[in-house]
């Protein structure tokens, strides 16, 4: 069997630059210690895998497909910037004529459309619970050191560890952390963390007027740290909003 491959660098208009992911065209579902085969062959954060559902329609006429994700060294259950990078490989490469198509995906169905030059996913809302300090203690310890910590929260259906910096931090602060991720591991890990995202406040006076920045780390996955991610997003972006009185948001990552 032959598997189209195309390598998409997500979030971005320039090479080389944005969050880069692995997209397979499949016309049929492979076992899954293929999958991961191939995913660890690629050795990218993320893999993802777009299988046709009707046997009748192909890449450019389906409008719903089957899309599955996977890390070097394991499947995840949502990955937004590799479904950016499935959806621009249909738009732009396969000339799909859907102005909206629907992945079928282990987070449910998420919608991506066409709108103009921009593509547009939809994406559930994964808000994070507050939770305390000495129930995460050593991991915090790692992630930040002994920088001041306002917020510490839990996104349980994600199972993403959100650490906010205290507003006096200067961004530096944030884009100098340099977390052990073998420390990280090694670290007890009951509550079953899969995702550490360090945030902080940012500087909408300023142009262009960022609302805040983060990082995203995530060595149970086998990614030391994700440059640019959707689904860490789907946490801050409830978390941020509820904080900011904003329903719109500009953020960036600080990560690369």
């Not at 459309?113 to 000495?134: A, H, T, W, Y």
Request: neutral net charge; proline residues 6%; hydrophobic residues 40%.
């Amino acid at each position: 069997m032959e598997i189209p491959v195309f390598t998409v660098d997500a979030f971005t208009n320039l090479p080389f630059k944005g969050n880069p992911a692995a997209v397979c065209l499949l016309s049929q579902e492979l076992q899954d210690d293929v999958y991961q085969k191939i995913a660890a062959e690629m050795n990218l954060s993320e893999t993802a895998f777009i299988i046709k559902l009707n046997s009748n329609e192909d890449f450019s006429s389906g409008e719903r497909f089957r899309l599955r994700w996977f890390s070097p060294t394991t499947e995840v259950r949502l990955c937004g910037h590799a479904t950016l990078a499935s959806a621009a490989v249909l738009f732009y490469k396969k000339n799909n004529v859907n102005p909206t198509i629907v992945f079928k995906t282990l987070s449910g169905e998420l919608a991506v459309q066409r709108r103009g030059e921009s593509i547009v996913m939809d994406f559930p809302l994964n808000k994070p619970s507050p939770v305390g300090l000495s129930e995460f203690k050593d991991i915090v310890k790692v992630a930040v050191g002994d920088q001041p910590v306002q917020d510490i929260c839990l996104c349980g259906t994600t199972k993403k560890l959100m650490v906010r910096l205290a507003d006096k931090c200067d961004r530096s602060v944030l884009t100098s952390l340099k977390p052990d991720t073998a420390a990280l591991l090694r670290v007890d890990n009951s509550q079953g963390i899969k995702g550490l995202i360090v945030t902080m406040i940012g500087d909408p006076g300023s142009q262009p007027g960022y609302d805040f920045y983060s990082r995203n780390f995530s060595p149970w996955y086998g990614i030391p740290e994700d440059p640019v991610t959707g689904s860490s997003h789907t946490v801050l972006a409830g978390y941020w909003s509820e904080k900011l009185g904003k329903k719109e948001l500009l953020v960036t990552s600080s990560g690369k």
